[in-house]
């Protein structure tokens, strides 16, 4: 700029070069928010005004949580690596791009965009803020006036505009080949005077006075007019006219030449346009714009808010150094910042305290500043453009929101961990992908800490199974959470999890949950655990079976006694009718007596198994403790199963060690061997049975070995239950309470009761009890 000092008055601006103007402007134009937004740190739109919106030609209300991609597809590809670098750690940074958008598809326009990085005051990165000013105009007016400089040097060079001579009384004479195809005329047309006839009818009289004064004072014409084209209508020329002279210093002839000055003319036009739009631009920008020019940082612009910003002074002309309103040393510091660095210079949300209103009143408000160099034609810093923009309502909005998201997110932390605590396994999942959102104590736990990450088939195989409650493994599409997931609804269905932990009976319940208070839809699923629940009833199942068993088994061997019992007293009544002497009728009741006792004998120790399970199932009765000799215990069992041992044919034999005794009840410990032999004998009959009695390690040891059908493996546990047998009934007989009885007369004792066998090889069961110091 030639002049130090401007203003907005016409006259003064005109001082301003043309190219310094646009320099200035598209300064201007990078700097001026007039397109604003700000995206997330996944390039979604969270604000936009009214501007960009306009120039995307899309609602303001329809960019708001989509991405930038999605807006302007086209101009993605180009906008992707400014958006990165800013991600990346990069600095504000201001960038022409060019493209198509919604607004007029397929068209190509140009914008001036700043990107610069949103961060908290802790200086972590929040989204990146974008401001946008379109240039399609400028640049398209840039364009057509370069092409018409470069066509005017070109026409220049080629020399294609019109040249024509007259003679000294200016008439055409002679042929004029660029005159004619410049205007269209014909040769005919343009003889004599008739070249005047191709001037547009306004400018004619005007051309005639100028050219006859030149004819008559023999000087150099030149003149503005409008010039008819061949391809129709006028174009602006400058005719230039110079008199040849002969030797005698009279006039020869003229040489006349039409410059085509209409592309000129509109670039000017462009540039005036160009000049009223900066005023515009200064004058109507929501901002504070000032332009101080060289190292004294004198004032040489000033827009009007930035003269109401400071009351008004009368800055034009004057040091930013020497202005009473504005002694600021920071401020200075910056401008000369810009200036000697060659690089713009910017500060955020800076607190000004002063009486914007002129009221008399002082108040704070923030702003951001920026101090951008502009340079000259030879690339010089030569001002600095000062440009501020008040930003306290977006500061207080950000302090409201901040502290709006303080206050939800200690509800939601509340809330979580309510929820966190209840009994009640509770997920929430993203709809259609299944990823866990949420997953409260009570659900970790039943995972073992981890949960599938989605709805992917690989994720539901190996440690996380899903089972029916008959054990078949579910498919993806069978899963309760995975319908949920999908849509599908899922009320109270039972459904087995297999996790690290173990595995669970569920009750699975699912409802959608709409997206509200800034959190996104989500499916909420409820998994009741009824593990033990089903563990309970199939026990009481169990029991109930066993009942009905042992019920089945108990009438039938009371009545199997009774049976033989009737018949034997039947046979007796008819013997003693039909006897014919007393010692034949004597011999046969001893006879009947025998298997009469026998039987009575067997009835009577299953009814003393049923009164001793009744016993041991109720209130515990108190032991009679006293000193107890093991192997004495064993060897008197022993001897009264001698008989039945014989009739089973078995072999029994005693390996006892002597001095294993303890304090335990006599009369139980009987029934503990008497147990364990008549099961020995019942299922090894013809086999050995092997008793033996041991100490060691301070505790007695009691075991009762037989070769018989042995138990299978799976029974090893079972047989110590109520009513529970490993083989049929059909072929031995029992309540099957017997190993019950026993268990629970040694586990009274402190003691324990295992067995070990193999099918076909036999049974071993061995007692321990605890011995006396």
């Known amino acids: 700029m030639e002049s130090h000092s401007a203003s907005f008055d016409p006259e003064s601006s005109e001082s301003i070069t043309d190219a310094h103007s646009r320099l200035l402007l598209e300064t201007l134009v990078a700097s001026t ?14 604000q936009v005004n009214d501007a960009l919106a306009a120039m995307n030609g899309i609602p303001r209300a329809a960019h708001l949580g989509r991405k930038v991609q999605e807006i302007v597809p086209e101009m993605w590809p180009t906008l992707r690596l400014q958006y990165q670098r800013i991600l990346e750690g990069g600095t504000a940074q201001t960038v022409e791009v060019s493209g198509a958008t919604p607004k007029e598809v397929g068209v190509e326009r140009h914008f001036l965009v700043s990107y610069y990085p949103v961060r908290t005051p802790a200086g972590v990165l929040l989204g990146i803020g974008v401001i946008v000013a379109e240039i399609t105009e400028q640049r398209r007016a840039h364009e057509a006036l370069r092409a018409s400089e470069q066509r005017y040097r070109s026409l220049v060079e080629a020399m294609a505009q019109p040249v024509w001579t007259t003679n000294a009384r200016g008439e055409v004479v002679e042929p004029a080949p660029r005159w004619l195809a410049f205007t269209g005329q014909t040769h005919e047309e343009h003889l004599g005077l008739g070249w005047l006839a191709a001037i547009h ?15 008559r004072t023999k000087t150099s014409y030149r003149g503005e007019f409008r010039l008819r084209f061949h391809a129709g209508g006028y174009r602006d020329v400058v005719g230039r006219a110079v008199p ?11 040489v006349s030449t039409a410059e085509d000055i209409t592309d000129r003319k509109q670039a000017e036009a462009r540039a005036e346009n160009e000049r009223a739009r900066l005023r515009a631009v200064l004058t109507s920008a929501p901002a504070s714009i000032a332009l101080l020019t060289g190292k004294e940082q004198v004032f040489t612009l000033v827009n009007p808010l930035y003269k109401r910003l400071s009351q008004g002074a009368e800055l034009l002309g004057t040091s930013v150094r020497n202005a009473e309103q504005l002694k600021c040393l920071h401020y200075s510091r910056m401008l000369e910042k810009a200036y000697t660095s060659g690089e713009p210079v910017m500060e955020k949300e800076i607190a000004v305290t002063t009486d914007f209103q002129g009221e008399g009143v002082e108040a704070t408000r923030r702003f951001d500043l920026v101090c951008q160099p502009l340079r000259d034609l030879s690339g010089q810093v030569d001002s600095v453009l000062s440009f501020a923009i008040d930003v306290t309502e977006r500061v ?8 709006w998201a303080a206050s939800l997110r200690n509800q939601q932390q509340w809330l979580e961990a309510v929820l966190d605590r209840t009994p009640v396994a509770l997920i929430l999942v993203a709809p259609r992908t299944g990823r866990i959102l949420f997953a409260n104590q009570a659900a ?22 899903f089972t ?24 109270g269905e039972p459904v087995i999890w297999h996790t690290p932990t173990g595995h669970y009976s569920l009750l699975v319940e699912a409802a959608p949950l709409p997206a509200q208070h800034g959190h996104p839809a989500a499916i909420l699923l409820a998994l009741q655990d009824v593990t033990e629940l089903r563990k309970t009833q199939a026990q009481l199942q169990h029991a109930v079976s066993l009942r ?19 018949l034997k007293l039947q046979s007796l009544v008819r013997d003693a009718q039909s006897a014919q002497t007393l010692e034949t009728l004597r011999e046969r009741v001893t006879r009947t007596a025998e298997t009469v006792s026998g039987q009575v004998r067997k009835m009577t120790t299953l009814i003393n198994d049923l009164l001793e399970v009744t016993q041991l199932t109720g209130p515990s009765a108190p032991l009679r403790l006293e000193d107890v000799d093991l192997a004495d215990v064993v060897r008197k069992e022993v001897e009264r199963f001698q008989a039945q041992a014989a009739k089973a044919g078995c072999e029994l034999i005693i ?28 299922y090894g009959a013809g086999h050995p049975v092997t008793i033996r009695v041991e100490k060691g390690l301070g505790r007695a040891r009691l075991s009762v070995k037989d070769e018989g059908i042995g138990i299978a493996q799976g029974s090893l546990q079972a047989i110590f239950e109520k009513f529970t047998r490993a083989v049929s009934t059909r072929h031995y007989g029992g309540l099957g309470l017997g190993l019950f009885i026993t268990r629970q007369i040694v586990e009274a004792h402190h003691g324990t009761l295992r067995a070990e066998s193999q099918p076909g090889k036999g049974a071993t069961f061995i007692v321990e009890l605890p011995v006396s110091d």
Request: avoid cysteine.
């Open 33 to 46: 928010p007039v397109g604003l937004a700000v995206v997330d740190m996944e390039q979604r739109f969270v």
């Open 201 to 215: 009818p306004e400018d004619r009289k005007r051309v005639v006075r100028g050219w006859v004064e030149s004819l």
């Open 244 to 254: 040849v002279f002969g030797d005698k210093g009279a006039i020869r002839e003229w």
């Open 396 to 403: 207080e909005a950000r302090k409201k929101l901040e502290e």
């Open 444 to 465: 970790r736990q039943m995972a073992g800490g981890d949960f599938p990450g989605g709805l992917r088939a690989e994720s539901y195989s190996g440690a996380h199974r």
């Open 468 to 491: 029916d409650e008959t054990g078949r493994e579910l498919s993806m599409d069978e899963i309760p959470g995975v319908r949920a997931a999908k849509g599908s609804p899922v009320h």
């Open 548 to 566: 009905d068993e042992f019920l089945t088994v108990a009438s039938h061997e009371l009545k199997t006694p009774l049976t033989p019992l009737q």
């Open 655 to 682: 390996e006892a060690a002597p001095g294993v005794a303890g304090r335990w009840d006599r009369h139980r410990l009987e029934q503990v061997v008497s147990s364990l032999l008549s099961n020995a004998l019942k």
